[in-house]
């Protein structure tokens, strides 16, 4: 065994005193900076109000939160908290902008880029359905879960650039599309419960949404097979259904989208924010 030399020993620093118990649990923590479409978990004291963009945010017993942050957000944005004492801090996030290329799709069906009257309105009351989806709230934390791929394959549309379909400027993408053999199967990224699930939507095709909690869901558009319905709890990794080329498609893909509420959030940045 080495000996120690005693001016060593008088040399070394004086360890560190202890934190109190519970000050971690009074700490305020969100990411200094994000990027546009990012999904943000922040921890606050358990107990807190949480308020963001006009919503109370829903906090779990150990203090997580979760938010989204838009295509088209500016930073920063400002977390508003109240501790249990009464105590408030705002948190401010800084946004990143990010460049959204224009990405032009052809081959799509003409009369799914301009529908006629009545197929328009089939597309309004079945998009009605899916944000009623989305409007969910409850207190599973699926969401902190690490995010896995769905299916794997080639990223062949990127969340957030604009859509030019035959010629025709369209919205922006809403996810990311992943090309795949059709009848590839669908895993789910994370545990969630099914919300929607409907075979045959004029635009999307076999659609299921997959609710992760505190208003994070996932959509899996375009599927030749879905395995699950509506209040179905799938754990990550269950096959959901399988890839396909339904609705407004030009050939089998998987179109894998996120949102907090009515936000649209980006898939590849929260399996980004996973590794």
């Known amino acids: 065994m080495l000996g120690i030399a005693p001016a ?3 040399a070394r620093p004086p360890a560190p005193a202890a934190d109190p118990p519970g000050a971690d649990e009074d700490r305020v923590v969100f990411p200094a900076s994000v990027q546009q479409g990012a999904m943000v978990i922040g921890k606050v004291p358990p107990g807190s109000r949480v308020d963001y963009a006009g919503r109370s945010l829903r906090v779990t017993g150990y203090g997580s939160v979760v938010l989204g942050i838009g295509r088209d957000a500016a930073g920063p ?5 109240t501790r249990p004492g009464g105590s408030r801090e705002t948190a401010r996030i800084a946004v990143t902008r990010r460049d959204w290329p224009v990405e032009p799709v052809t081959g799509v069906p003409p009369k799914t880029v301009d529908p006629p009257p009545a197929i328009a309105e089939r597309i309004r009351r079945e998009q009605a359905r899916v944000v009623q989806a989305r409007t969910r ?3 599973r934390a699926d969401f902190a879960q690490r995010f896995a791929w769905p299916v794997q394959g080639r990223i062949s549309g990127r969340f957030g650039n604009q859509r030019v379909y035959n010629g025709t400027p369209g919205s922006a993408h809403s996810g990311m599309d992943i090309a795949a ?4 199967p ?3 990224p994370a545990a969630g419960v099914v919300t929607f699930a409907d075979a045959d939507l004029y635009l999307t095709g076999g659609t299921v949404l997959l609710d992760h909690g505190h208003g994070v869901s996932s959509n899996f558009l375009h599927l030749s097979r879905l395995d ?3 209040g179905d709890r799938v754990e990550q990794g269950q096959v959901i259904g399988a890839v396909g080329a339904t609705g407004r498609a030009t050939g089998p893909h998987l179109h894998w989208g996120m949102n907090w509420f009515d936000v649209r959030i980006d898939p590849l940045l929260v399996l980004e924010r996973s590794r």
């Open 8 to 10: 060593l020993l008088l």
């Open 181 to 184: 053999p059709s009848g590839t």
């Open 228 to 230: 699950v319905q509506a």
């Open 137 to 139: 709230d409850d207190a």
């Open 77 to 81: 944005v400002e977390v508003a908290v």
């Open 186 to 188: 669908v895993a789910a």
